[in-house]
């Protein structure tokens, strides 16, 4: 039952997220994108902390060498240390629309923008099926 609660949890920050993108269009005005922005941050750390720690394990280990890994790690330590800060980087991607005005017209005007945030989103998700993999390996042999 815990589980199910914690993922329900997940699912409603993806709502949020959602509504409050709607409500930022519909009406807009400083306290809309406000309330868009807190609700993005809040949604954002809650999936990169479940990544970490659902998803990949990690956030488990004390001893030396291993810090904030799990105990068992198949790859090298710094893969998992890299992956932690490009994931956090990456996930903060949805913030770059929000300066579209200050960006040359060429990269809104053309899908130049959408173009890196498939790449960067496609890049992160292929990182993060690496390092749960590797964990399910872990926890199921």
């Excluded at 269009?25 to 809650?46: E, N």
Aim: glycine letters at 4%.
């Amino acid at each position: 039952m815990k589980v199910h609660l914690i993922n329900a949890g997940k699912y409603f920050s993806v709502i949020l997220i959602q509504f409050a993108n709607i409500f930022k269009h519909k009406i807009r005005s400083d306290l809309t994108l406000y309330i868009f922005v807190a609700i993005s941050l809040i949604s954002t750390f809650y999936a990169f902390a479940w990544d970490l720690y659902m998803d990949w394990g990690l956030l488990r280990s004390k001893e030396a060498g291993k810090f904030a890994l799990r105990p068992k790690i198949l790859l090298p330590s710094w893969f998992y240390y890299y992956s932690i800060a490009t994931n956090l980087v990456l996930r903060f991607t949805w913030i770059l629309p929000l300066f579209a005005s200050q960006m040359p017209s060429w990269i809104t005007s053309t899908q130049v923008l959408v173009g890196i945030l498939c790449l960067a989103e496609g890049y992160r998700r292929a990182q993060w099926a690496i390092i749960r993999l590797e964990n399910e390996q872990i926890n199921n042999f």
